[in-house]
C-alpha cells in the first residue's frame, strides 16, 4: 500500500518521538513528578479564577463550569 509522502513520513517520525518522549517520562524522579503536578494544578486554578473573574465582568459568568 502506497501512502501519501506526508502521511507516510508522520507516521515514520510519531514512533521514535514517542519512545523519546517515554525515556523522558522515566528519567524523572517521584519529587520532579510532584513538582509538575503541582505546577499543573497552579496553573490550572489560575485560569479557572482569571476566567471566572473575566466572565463576571462581562456579566456571563452563568457561562463558567462549575469545578
Known sequence: ???PKSLASSQAHSQ???HRTWLALNQLTPSEIASLQQS???IADYVQRELSERM???HLEHM???V
Open 1 to 3: 500500500m502506497n501512502l
Open 40 to 42: 499543573k494544578k497552579s
Open 64 to 66: 463558567v463550569p462549575k
Open 56 to 58: 463576571k465582568q462581562r
Open 16 to 18: 521514535p518521538m514517542k
